[in-house]
Nanobody, 119 residues
């Protein structure tokens, strides 16, 4: 069974840091783009950052300079290092990845992990 499993969310004070991880498991042939999205209560899901298979990155303006996305291809894992966290970063964070396996290329989502930043 192919799936994405996230970890690393939690409660942190403003100015603090958290690191999210997302590991892809199953009989995967390859992984293309990987990324992180977030959804705050009453708001639409939005892109936080993504990274190509070659390592090119893209960030939402609201997190530039504070968040860093990276990936370990040997571990099929993508990370999101979040520094200088603000209350407005509070949301459920979802991992996303384009996975190629028995059914071809499919986009998968993780189950979500809650990040809460207190003021």
């Amino acid at each position: 069974q192919v799936q994405l499993v996230e970890s690393g969310g939690g409660l942190v004070q403003a100015g603090g840091s958290l690191r999210l991880s997302c590991a892809a498991s199953g009989s995967i042939f390859s992984i293309s783009a990987m990324g992180w999205y977030r959804q705050a209560p009453g708001k639409q899901r939005e892109l936080v950052a993504d990274i190509s298979s070659g390592g090119s990155t893209n960030y939402a303006d609201s997190v530039k300079g504070r968040f860093t996305i990276s990936r370990d291809n040997a571990k099929n894992t993508v990370y999101l290092q979040m520094n200088s966290l603000k209350p407005e970063d509070t949301a459920v964070y979802y991992c996303n990845a384009d996975l190629t396996y028995g059914y071809g290329l499919r986009t998968h989502w993780g189950q979500g992990t809650q990040v809460t930043v207190s003021s």
